[in-house]
């Protein structure tokens, strides 16, 4: 408020950092057992502000002794363009992997995004997608074959044309935050 970030007429009201620091460790709480059972932890936060939330929720995992660089992947979003470039600056400062998000979260639009150079550098892109692509070809692997899709060819059905680039990148950005942890 004393450099006039957080405007009240807005409704920012920028959290302090030891109200973000309690939150943040008790909301991580054991992260390496998190860890035994995922390959990472995925956070949203859908007003980040200046990216504080973020920050505090990795250095609780630092006081656990796990290595945020390599097991956190965020993504921030906020509707004050001030506020995002802060918080990209931050977290690209820090090397926290992160897609950083211009856009109103309640609306689920989108009007920029960035990601840090830890998410490029740590091949966040392909280890976002991977487990995806998994999960999605042992579900196909598993259903039950019929006699009547092989029996009946005049039933099958034309597949429907591919979506836009940009509709499916929107997708998933949007399927992305669905799975990943809110902070609150």
């Not at 689920?108 to 998410?119: L, S």
């Amino acid at each position: 408020m004393s450099l006039e970030l957080g405007e009240r007429g807005k409704g920012q009201f920028f959290t302090p950092y030891p109200v973000s620091s309690l939150m943040a460790r008790m909301t991580a709480g054991d992260v390496k057992e998190q860890l035994k059972q995922q390959d990472h932890i995925a956070l949203n936060e859908p007003a980040c502000g200046a990216g504080g939330m973020v920050i505090a929720y990795a250095e609780a995992m630092l006081d656990q002794d796990v290595n945020y660089q390599h097991y956190l992947h965020a993504t921030l979003q906020d509707i004050d363009s001030t506020a995002v470039h802060m918080a990209y600056v931050q977290l690209s400062l820090l090397h926290v992997p992160a897609i950083v998000i211009h856009g109103n979260s309640l609306a689920m639009t989108e009007w920029a995004h960035w990601v840090t150079p830890a998410h490029v550098l740590g091949g966040w892109d392909k280890r976002l997608y991977f487990p995806r692509a998994v999960r999605a070809m042992r579900e196909v692997l598993s259903m039950p074959a019929t006699e009547d899709l092989v029996s009946s060819p005049q039933e099958v059905s034309v597949p429907p044309t591919p979506t836009p680039i940009a509709e499916s990148a929107t997708q998933y950005v949007v399927n992305q935050r669905r799975e990943q942890l809110a902070l609150f």
